[in-house]
């Protein structure tokens, strides 16, 4: 190689190498171009992402879904508001007018009864009902007592003319020095029922059933029923009822026990006087007398002494109720004056056939027809009576006597001659014309005043057991047929107990079908309209 191309050689070799460093410089300062256009571009995102999220929300706070949920929040806000103000009044509501409560349980054990919320709505006297303990206390006794202090609650709701206090006797011993007839050595006093000078107090066995048995052997009361509503009713009646109309229930013939009826009409403000006819008289001021199935026949003076009252020296205005005992057959004295009336005993026990009519397993218990008599005033004439091992009343005079109950057409007697013997034929003994259970016999004087002979062939229609049944109508109707003769306005009351036993939470079919409707159809056709508006609405903006 010559020296010529050596020098060329190094040359070039000398110019690529100085031209290498200048590319390599040229290289980084474009990186360090890029990185600080990378950086700035970065910075930039960030002012622009800072700035996007200041603008996005207020966009966002700004834009249609913002505003839909704004409101839907404020809606479900407000609902909850009115909801919780919604419940507020409702208590407060049900507090001050507990009729507006819903009893949901199976036996309705804390409403009260038609009987009792017809009477103390239409109460024209001031009545205020004491309750002997402070409250807390009361309520805190058990169920029983949280149910009276329901009880309570509604009678006061009901009308302005009651009031409820409670009284803590052993913190307020001026209190019982205004009721000297109490005996405030027992501790057993649970209410006093006032009316102005007028009161009556109440102790436990008034108001509730309890086991006898468990109290005798251990002297606790496990109660079994309550009879606070009845008690608390009957004493308003009796302390608001300023005038008694009297009764008197004759004995000294070996009469049935009448405790039933004497209760019953006491419980209805009527004075209860019992009259031994063997050694007194009739009262002059009785507007009632009662001949409860004697068990012999009445002796001669008796009878006259009967007579004489319902003539009522010409003046009449007097009512005799006779209950016929089955058992006894033979009675000429009672069959002698019964006639007078009109009316006749048959000889024999009436028995029914018409399954329709039939309420046991016996032909000699059955259901009654009214006639029209003693029923203007029943308040629920839909009830039937019925009628136990009645005898027939026959009538023997149209014009003295009428029918008061009657059996169907199928009903016959069974007569006394018979009753041992299994061969008789009882389809003979059916007239098919309907039999007398009770009939009316009246006698008038001049001035159209009347005196009255009431017979029924039972007196086990007005037994205990028969009259505690409310699904029957004995009781009611035996003091509608009292109030009726006494010519008094018909404030009867017949109030049965309530029983705890039944679960408090029970809900009966007629309340399974309100609610089943309420919640399987109105809620959901109500939600579903709801909707369909809200959609169509929307859909047509």
Not at 222 to 243: C, G, R, W, Y
Not at 396 to 419: M, N, Q, R, W
Request: contains cysteine; glycine residues 4%; hydrophobic residues 40%.
């Amino acid at each position: 190689m010559s020296i010529d191309n050596k020098d060329k050689e190094i040359k070039e070799t000398t110019q690529t190498s100085a031209e290498e460093p200048a590319e390599e410089a040229k290289t980084e300062d474009t990186f360090i171009q890029t990185a600080e256009e990378t950086k700035h571009d970065i910075n930039a995102d960030k002012k622009l992402k800072t700035k996007n999220e200041k603008g996005g929300l207020k966009s966002f706070l700004k834009s249609r879904k913002a505003k839909h949920g704004s409101i839907a929040a404020a809606i479900v806000a407000v609902v909850i508001a009115l909801t919780i103000l919604l419940n507020v009044i409702c208590n407060l509501l049900v507090e001050r007018f507990s009729v507006l409560s819903l009893d949901l349980t199976s036996n309705r054990a804390f409403a009260l009864q038609e009987d009792t919320t017809d009477y103390i709505s239409h109460l024209e006297k001031d009545i205020t009902i004491y309750v002997l303990s402070d409250k807390d206390t009361f309520v805190k006794s058990g169920d029983y007592f949280v149910q009276a202090e329901k009880f309570l609650k509604s009678m006061e709701s009901l009308s302005n003319h009651v009031k409820v206090e409670y009284v803590d006797v052993s913190k307020d011993p001026t209190f019982t020095s205004h009721y000297d007839n109490i005996d405030w050595t027992k501790s057993s006093h649970v209410f006093i029922v006032e009316c102005g000078d007028e009161y009556r107090v109440l102790d436990i066995d008034d108001c509730f059933e309890y086991d006898e048995q468990t109290y005798y052997y251990y002297g606790t009361m496990n109660f079994t029923a309550s009879t606070v509503e009845q008690s608390i009713v009957t004493a308003a009646l009796n302390v608001t009822t300023e005038d008694k109309t009297v009764v008197d229930i004759i004995s000294g013939n070996s009469e049935q026990d009448s405790s039933a009826i004497k209760e019953l009409l006491e419980n209805n403000a009527y004075q209860v006087n019992e009259v031994n006819l063997t050694t007194a008289n009739l009262d002059e001021d009785a507007e009632v007398a009662f001949l409860f199935a004697p068990s012999v026949d009445l002796d001669t003076s008796s009878i006259e002494k009967i007579e004489s009252w319902l003539n009522n020296n010409g003046d009449y205005g007097k009512s005799l109720i006779y209950a016929a005992n089955y058992d006894l057959e033979n009675t000429p004295n009672l069959d002698v004056f019964l006639e007078k009336w009109g009316i006749k005993m048959s000889n024999g026990v009436i028995f029914e056939t018409d399954a329709n009519y039939l309420v046991s397993n016996t032909y000699l218990v059955s259901l009654t027809n009214y006639k029209d008599v003693f029923t203007d005033e029943l308040k629920n004439p839909s009830i039937p009576v019925v009628s136990s091992y009645a005898r027939g009343v026959e009538i023997v005079d149209t014009e003295a006597a009428s029918p008061v109950l009657t059996t169907s057409k199928a009903a016959g007697i069974l007569p006394y001659s018979e009753k041992s013997n299994n061969n008789w034929d009882y389809g003979s003994a059916i007239t098919g014309e309907e039999l007398n259970v009770a009939v009316k016999g009246t006698q008038t004087n001049s001035e159209s005043a009347e005196s009255n002979v009431v017979v029924f062939g039972s007196f086990e229609m007005f037994s205990s057991s028969i009259m505690s049944y409310n699904s029957y109508n004995n009781s009611a109707f035996l003091v509608n047929t009292v109030n009726t003769l006494a010519d008094r306005d018909n404030i009867g009351i017949t109030i049965e107990s309530k029983s705890m036993d039944k679960p408090t939470l029970g809900i009966d079919l007629a309340g399974q079908n309100v609610l089943m409707i309420l919640f399987v159809i109105i809620v959901p056709l109500a939600v579903l309209v709801a909707g369909l508006v809200i959609w169509i609405r929307r859909r047509n903006k």
